[in-house]
């Protein structure tokens, strides 16, 4: 079996406040053997990348307080890589969960 781990970020909005809310998550991606030959089975969750729990994370459910103390829903960013657009002020400042810049999800909402 092999496992990849990267870091990843889920973002929300306060609807109290109209912050914007950054979490840090890790993304962990197992191969878990195979459905037919050169097709792995990939099982991916994700599991916050702080003190908070070591447990998986549900993100149809997850959710982070808020500066101003309100309950945040957040979804994982969802990055694709596009070479053409270039990864600005807009992106580090986004609270929506896709990415579609030169960063591929890694910058964005990183201002959070």
Do not use: Y
């Amino acid at each position: 079996m092999t496992t990849k781990i990267k870091f990843a970020r889920a973002l929300g909005r306060c609807r109290a406040c109209k912050a914007g809310v950054s979490a840090p998550v890790i993304k962990v991606m197992t191969e878990r053997g195979e459905h037919r030959p050169g097709v792995p089975i990939i099982k991916t969750e994700f599991v916050w990348a702080t003190r908070r729990a070591a447990r998986p994370v549900r993100f149809s459910s997850a959710s982070v307080e808020c500066a101003c103390g309100a309950a945040v829903s957040v979804s994982v960013v969802k990055g694709r890589v596009n070479a053409d657009a270039a990864c600005n002020a807009k992106c580090e400042a986004s609270t929506g969960p896709t990415c579609e810049c030169a960063c591929g999800g890694e910058n964005h909402g990183s201002a959070h």
